[in-house]
């Protein structure tokens, strides 16, 4: 146990933490991105999956307690290492140049992190913590999205999501191990296919609801 503590304690400790847990919640986006695609099934069908999910009852819970200690580590372990990162360099570089593989996904990873913190906040205010007697959770969903502003913010934050997980993705793989010339591109390949349907997947469908 002690080894467990003193390796999660380093910065290659803290990294590897932030690969697991970030690939725990690419795995998220996925599922979740697949319920929310039966909105184009219409009323009945998106309300039949929400039924069928909360049906499930203790796993629901169990599972939204595991998200939660998920983003917790996730959040303040990213936290962590960009201070870190920042007390080992409080001056940025005089030339800020894309050598060496950065990105736009890269360096604004905490701030894009950030901002989907915020995000997710207001998501869970809108849809999970919302008054759901004498309604259905399409009704909800179609009562949000009416709102143009919450679809800017909604549809912004898509893209914020698109941009962080263009350079998570890939960056969690090449940091448990899998940096190999060979296989590499094809990861980076699969993490930006990831990161467009993300963006795309997730943000069409306040589009489609409140055109439709």
Not at 136 to 143: D, F, M, W
């Amino acid at each position: 146990m002690n080894w467990l503590l003193n390796t999660l304690g380093t910065s290659i400790g803290k990294k590897l933490l932030m690969a697991v847990t970030g690939l725990c919640f690419c795995c998220f986006l996925a599922i979740h991105l697949a319920g929310n695609l039966t909105l184009y099934g219409g009323k009945d069908f998106f309300n039949a999956y929400a039924a069928h999910l909360h049906s499930l009852g203790p796993l629901v819970t169990v599972a939204g307690w595991v998200l939660l200690l998920l983003a917790s580590v996730h959040v303040l372990t990213g936290l962590t290492l960009f201070y870190q990162n920042f007390r080992a360099r409080p001056t940025g570089y005089a030339v800020n140049k894309s050598a060496g593989g950065r990105t736009p996904g890269s360096f604004s990873m905490p701030y894009t992190g950030l901002l989907l913190l915020a995000f997710v906040i207001l998501h869970l205010v809108n849809f999970h913590f919302a008054d759901r007697s004498n309604t259905t959770i399409y009704e909800i969903v179609a009562n949000t999205f009416a709102d143009p502003v919450y679809v800017f913010v909604y549809i912004a934050a898509m893209i914020v999501a698109a941009v962080h997980v263009s350079h998570g993705f890939w960056s969690a793989f090449q940091t448990l191990g899998a940096n190999h010339p060979k296989y590499m591109p094809l990861v980076m390949g699969a993490g930006l296919v990831f990161s467009l349907l993300v963006g795309i997947g997730f943000g069409f469908i306040p589009v489609y609801v409140a055109m439709f």
